[in-house]
């Protein structure tokens, strides 16, 4: 069970990249996809899910070019989009009893199937209803149930925390820590804490290229003392995010204590101060263009 992404990249139109030379290993583990809005996020799991072809370079699984040969893919791929869309008036049953079918599962197989996933994904109950009446957080729970109907090998996941509220998103977490064990997951966000407590490995991701792959707490480790704690008087906020990078701000009845990420004390008074995940990626991010 491998998945090798050499050197891929995608170009829509004549010159935007969404992919540049972005090459990667992966094992069985959850693999945190974290990276801003429009990074590639999801172009490049469009490519693995075999949606659409590389422009350049190739992905390997199993030592099959996926675009040559996207069948032994296929086979034991689950995808949930980042749009998945679902049927209003049909329950969940008859929702993944469709796409079963869809998908060529043999009818007795996927009915059984499709059982255990409703209780997996705690939906048993209103197996029955309309889809049309789920909250975000039911609708999520279906999207996976459907991308594990084939008891997939890669899971693929795309920003599947969208529009959950707090508590959904807790429940999806853990509900994706416990799916993990032998396969390959790769789960997409922009928020870190989706990533903190459930990925093995974590790879940045920032304009179509890969800025870095680590364990959690090697990220963390990596931006261990450039984290700072400044307390300044409030007419001076707009300029100290104008020079600094800062990762929050807390106002004060007298001024506010901001968070600087830099890696140098980035002025008087300032103290070094224990890293987040947070802190790390907005370290490792390339630095914000005037054009961004
Ligand atoms: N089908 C498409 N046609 C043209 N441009 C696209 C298409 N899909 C994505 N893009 C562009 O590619 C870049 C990466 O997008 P995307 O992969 O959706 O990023 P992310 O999922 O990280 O937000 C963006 O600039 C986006 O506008
Ligand atoms: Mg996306």
Redesign the pocket.
């Known amino acids: 069970m491998q998945l090798l992404i050499e050197h891929v990249s995608k170009r829509?139109?004549q010159d935007?990249w969404?992919?540049s030379d972005f090459s990667l290993t992966l094992a069985p583990g959850v693999l945190g996809l974290l990276?801003?809005?429009?990074?590639?996020?999801?172009?490049?799991?469009?490519v693995l899910a075999t949606i659409t072809r590389p422009t350049r370079g190739r992905v390997l699984w199993d030592g099959d070019d996926i675009a040559a040969r996207p069948d032994p893919l296929r086979r034991v791929l689950g995808y949930l989009p980042?749009d998945f869309g679902i049927y209003p008036n049909l329950s969940a049953t008859e929702f993944l009893e469709y796409l079963a079918a869809v998908r060529g599962l043999e009818a007795r197989t996927a009915r059984k199937r499709i059982d255990r996933l409703l209780d997996l994904v705690n939906l048993a109950d209103v197996r029955r209803r309309p889809l049309g009446g789920f909250s975000g957080g039911m609708r999520q729970r279906v999207g996976i149930a459907q991308a594990l109907l084939n008891d997939p090998h890669l899971l693929i996941v795309?920003?599947p925390t969208g529009g959950l509220d707090p508590e959904e998103r807790v429940r999806f977490r853990n509900l994706l820590g416990d799916l993990a064990g032998d396969r390959i997951v790769i789960l997409?966000t922009?928020i870190v804490s989706d990533v903190e407590a459930v990925a093995t490995r974590i790879v940045l991701?920032a304009r179509?290229r890969l800025v870095l792959e680590a364990a959690p707490e090697a990220l963390l480790a990596s931006a261990t003392g450039k984290v700072w704690e400044w307390e300044i008087p409030s007419g001076d906020l707009v300029a100290v995010r104008q020079q600094h990078r800062v990762s929050g701000v807390l106002r004060r009845a007298q001024g506010a204590t901001v968070r600087v990420v830099a890696d140098q004390m980035p002025g008087p008074g300032a103290r070094p101060v224990p890293p987040t995940l947070e802190d790390a990626y907005l370290t490792a991010l390339p630095a914000p263009t005037a054009a961004s």
């Open positions: 829509y139109g935007l969404a992919l990276g801003p809005n429009g990074a590639g996020k999801s172009t490049l799991m469009r980042q795309d920003e997409s922009h991701i179509g």
